[in-house]
């Protein structure tokens, strides 16, 4: 089968076809012999593809005489990115593609017995379908009892006939286990014997032909088991258990239903076929297959795989690491030092495991987790962080982070992946430490470290699905060419056979299912009682549901019960093992169904963290466009959640970054241009003080904090391509990033923002507004102004205000300040008297100011806080008609609503001096100004009438 076998995650739609016609001239051939592949042009649907200069590739593989070991070819690429070397070619006068090659060097291997091929367009987006294989040889054997690379399981004693035929006349040979058991000495096409099982048996049958020319095909014999029955020890779960009081022993259980029985096989007996290791069957889950292995040495390294009555050998889902004879080769060893030996001839991954291993010896046991409203979450990639891309290299930049005053780390998935250079999406064990990084004693040091600093570290995890290489795929799946890979079979306990949802990548997971549950709560205690991570951001949760279908983007996007049902039973499973463990999903979906989890068992202090993207808006702004510039859903309330559970964000792994467009894309009105990089930087300053200081959880993705400006689809070569999305990319430290003047400018001016935000109680008070330029006839053009109070604090900064001018040119901004008085801007210290809450303050363009009202000794034209009149509006733009004025030492007060050219809409009176006023706001969307006259001055709000 073709193997989406990449370092990368590929997100493939497929364009599916029925068989494609094909020439391959001559035929039949040998390995050795030069051969034209040819394809009518009217098998490409060159308009649907896309395809511009008829640009084909062929994406191939290759099997030995046996039909079986697979591998790629040496220039198929990446399925997102073909290599030009296996581009087809283009022929006009009979509008076809070809290509010729000689298999032994196109595949850079001798002994092919067959290949296999689709064709694609260049990033995968499309492809033909099912895949294509054709046969090397003249001479061709065709095993027609049993089939080839079939298993045939015949008691002890019985006979099976074993029957072929060849294109040409050609002498045979049989053998069992390498011996040979029958051979013909007369030529002909055709081969029938009886042979006696006795007990297992790897069979061959050789056909030779008058030229010498063999092939081989091959089949296996079994012999049935008699499984014994017997409860599971009580300290034995599914996955490697360590006996609680003798550490010469392991308990070992796969949950394996529809196989007949299960061997152990590993390096404690010679990777061989041992009924001593057969394992046996629980009595109350007949699915659940477990063996206890004895006298073992402690502190001794053993591996091992099942292998069931199927043939299907895997390493356990549950392995805390794993072996892999696909990616260890290129973990070097100041990254993982010792790594062990894969075991040669062992295939796919294998698991480990040692008794009597020393806990690594935690320094931090009282970590205080940040409050979940208060988090600044720094999401990161190790492998493009640093030029070392390990743990210890991440160690070492600690301080860097904490001097930036983040609270949260969030890793990419770190769990065991396919590759080694990958964001970590195409995940095969969720439940195992990609070696990758480090290992798990350094990758424990990280946590231990973060936690000293007070940083919670928090794991991007993707439980919505799981690649070709997982032995829960694996175990179930359908593999007609013996390769270990194939699509899932019906029977899989674990996976939807055809994806129901419209973002599927790999094989989708049936969350439904009893199986996948309990696997995903395995998984999650794993991470956090072993590794005491803080919490996790669950990836594609619209992936939850068994609703849609894969071609149906509405129903995946709309609201689904099955899928608020199984997130909520999933957050009760991961708060009963950790209860104050943060919930971060990535749905991006709507407001009705994100509410059901937001507000989730609030009254507990527990509730959903969902995932708040505001890259678009935030990035017309830093570039310098009013048009989609309004960020106002910044706010959590306008999503309906109770409490601050949005975590907003401008950048992140999945989003352009917004220097590489305000570079590309900015405004330019004279000399002021924004695509000059150091105007730029100075923008993403102001996107700093126009994002932390609004109230909720935040999140900034790596290096943003020195103005990273390499697109999300740069390629190594330096060029653009979506097929390129997910490759390395420069790290700004080895450019030298942080020691740019300029650039560390953005970071010093963010950390003190930060800083700000976490010396200053009132950026947790829920009462808040954000005015984004969502006035179309604003005249203020690109303005952002922010309100932020808490009226019961009783000391230190209970208001704030921050304006900024995102617009090209100098601007007068009214700040609309709630009271007058002396009010301190908290970047720089300094003092103002205002005593004009509409007096315009001038700000140049990118220009930003956060002020706070003065907590120090206060003039004579000042007057104590608490004395002060002051109006605020609640939840502002108001929303459902109904606005709330909250107002203070309103003596004799009285409300005046003008539009935005002074035409006066309402009045009324107030009865109290201290209170909240619900207006029923019936009037039409747009701006208003709400004016508070009262015996002790006058107090001015802007409102917007969603």
């Not at 956090?528 to 129903?555: A, M, V």
């Not at 919930?583 to 507990?604: C, P, S, V």
């Not at 200053?760 to 006839?777: A, G, I």
């Not at 103002?832 to 303050?841: F, Q």
């Amino acid at each position: 089968m073709k193997k989406f076998y990449s370092g990368v995650l590929v997100f493939v739609m497929a364009l599916i076809f029925g068989q494609i016609s094909y020439t391959i001239t001559p035929n039949p051939f040998n390995e050795t012999d030069q051969i034209t592949l040819t394809v009518p042009g009217n098998q490409i649907d060159e308009t649907a593809w896309g395809v511009a200069n008829n640009a084909v590739y062929i994406w191939t593989w290759s099997l030995d005489t046996n039909y079986n070991n697979s591998q790629d070819c040496p220039t198929n690429g990446t399925w997102g990115n073909s290599s030009e070397a296996n581009r087809l070619n283009y022929n006009p006068g009979t509008d076809t593609y070809s290509l010729t090659f000689t298999p032994t060097a196109f595949y850079g291997r001798t002994g092919i017995g067959r290949f296999g091929f689709l064709l694609k367009d260049k990033t995968g987006a499309h492809q033909t379908s099912p895949d294509i294989f054709v046969n090397v040889g003249v001479l061709n054997l065709s095993l027609t009892n049993p089939a080839a690379n079939s298993l045939t399981s015949v008691s002890a004693g019985n006979s099976i006939n074993v029957t072929a035929t060849t294109n040409v006349n050609a002498t045979f040979q049989l053998k069992a286990n390498g011996t040979v058991v029958n051979s013909t000495s007369t030529p002909s096409t055709s081969y029938a014997y009886n042979y006696t099982v006795t007990a297992d048996a790897n069979m061959e049958l050789i056909a030779t032909d008058a030229s010498s020319n063999s092939k081989n095909a091959a089949f296996i014999l079994q012999i049935p088991r008699t499984v014994i029955s017997e409860a599971i020890p009580n300290w034995i779960k599914q996955g490697i258990n360590y006996n609680p009081t003798d550490n010469t022993k392991v308990g070992l259980a796969l949950y394996a239903p529809t196989k007949d029985f299960v061997h152990v096989i590993g390096s404690f007996n010679n990777w061989t076929v041992d009924d001593a290791y057969l394992m046996k069957r629980d009595t109350t889950n007949p699915d659940l297959y477990w063996i206890e292995l004895s006298g073992l040495t402690p502190q001794q390294l053993y591996t091992f795989q099942y292998r069931t009555n199927d043939l299907r050998k895997v390493a356990d889902p549950y392995s805390p690491q794993i072996l892999s004879s696909y990616d260890d080769q290129y973990i070097s060893a100041s990254t993982y030092p010792g790594l062990p030996a894969f075991p040669a001839g062992q295939g796919f991954e294998v698991s480990m495991f040692k008794t009597g291993q020393t806990p690594y010896s935690w320094q931090n046991t009282s970590f205080q987790r940040p409050a979940k409203d208060n988090l600044v979450v720094y999401e990161l990639l190790l492998r493009d962080f640093t030029q070392e891309k390990n743990w210890q290299s991440l160690i070492n930049k600690i301080s860097y982070l904490k001097s930036l005053n983040i609270n949260a780390i969030e890793l990419l998935p770190i769990m065991e992946f396919e590759g080694n250079l990958s964001w970590g999406y195409n995940t095969s064990f969720h439940y195992a430490l990609d070696k990758a990084y480090g290992t798990p004693e350094k990758f424990k040091e990280f946590v231990d470290l973060c936690h000293q600093n007070g940083i919670a570290v928090i794991l991007d995890i993707a439980f919505n699905h799981a690649t070709g290489r997982s032995p829960l795929v694996r175990l179930w799946n359908v593999d007609p060419d013996g390769d270990g890979y194939g699509n899932v079979a019906a029977n899989n306990p674990y996976f939807n056979t055809v994806p129901k949802h419209s973002y599927n990548v790999f094989n989708d997971f049936n969350h439904t299912s009893s199986s996948t549950k309990y696997y995903v709560e395995r998984c999650l205690q794993q991470w956090l009682t072993e590794y005491h991570i803080d919490g996790f951001r669950w990836d594609l949760t619209k992936g939850f549901t068994q609703s849609c279908s894969e071609n149906d983007e509405n129903c995946t996007n709309a609201y689904q019960q099955d899928r608020v049902d199984i997130m909520k039973y999933y957050a009760d499973r991961q708060w009963a093992i950790d209860p104050n463990s943060y919930m971060i999903f990535e749905h991006l979906g709507t407001d009705q169904e994100e509410q059901q989890w937001a507000n989730y068992r609030i009254a507990e202090g527990k509730g959903v963290m969902l995932w708040n993207k505001q890259t678009d808006p935030y990035n017309q702004n830093t570039m310098g466009y009013k048009e989609n510039s309004s960020y106002d859903r910044m706010n959590h309330a306008l999503h309906g959640f109770t409490n601050m559970s949005a975590v907003g964000y401008g950048e992140s792994h999945d989003e352009e970054r917004l220097m590489f467009k305000n570079l590309e894309y900015g405004a330019i009105n004279g000399s002021y241009s924004v695509k000059n990089l150091n105007t730029a930087l100075d923008r993403m300053k102001t996107f700093g003080a126009t994002f932390f200081t609004i109230p909720g959880p935040k999140m900034i993705w790596q290096f943003g904090e020195l103005g990273y400006e390499f697109s999300i689809n740069r390629c190594a070569d330096g060029s653009i391509n979506t097929g390129c999305r997910t490759d390395e990319k420069p790290v700004a430290f080895t450019l030298g990033y942080d020691t740019n003047t300029n650039r560390k400018a953005v970071y010093d001016t963010w950390a003190k923002i930060i800083n700000i935000r976490n010396a200053n109680p009132v950026f947790r008070s829920k009462t808040y507004t954000v005015e984004s330029n969502n006035l179309t006839n604003d005249p203020n053009g690109l303005i952002t102004r922010i309100y932020v109070y808490d009226n019961t604090l009783t000391n230190g900064v209970k208001n704030v205000v921050v304006l900024a001018n995102y617009d090209t040119t100098v601007k007068d901004v009214v700040p609309y300040f709630p009271y007058t008085g002396q009010w301190q801007d908290l970047m720089d210290n300094t003092i103002s008297n205002i005593t004009s809450t509409t007096a315009p303050i001038t700000l140049q363009p990118g220009e930003f100011r956060i002020f706070g009202n003065y907590t120090g000794s206060l003039s004579t034209i000042d007057v104590n806080a608490e004395n002060k009149l002051s109006l605020q509006i609640a939840d502002n733009p108001v929303k459902n008609g109904l606005a709330k004025l909250i107002y203070h030492k309103a003596k004799n007060g009285e409300i005046f609503i003008y539009d935005m050219s002074g035409k006066k809409m309402d009045s009324f009176k107030l009865k109290n001096e201290n209170g909240t006023y619900e207006l029923k706001a019936v009037y039409p969307a747009g701006a208003y100004l709400v004016h508070l006259k009262a015996d002790n001055g006058i107090a001015i709000q802007k409102m917007i009438i969603k």
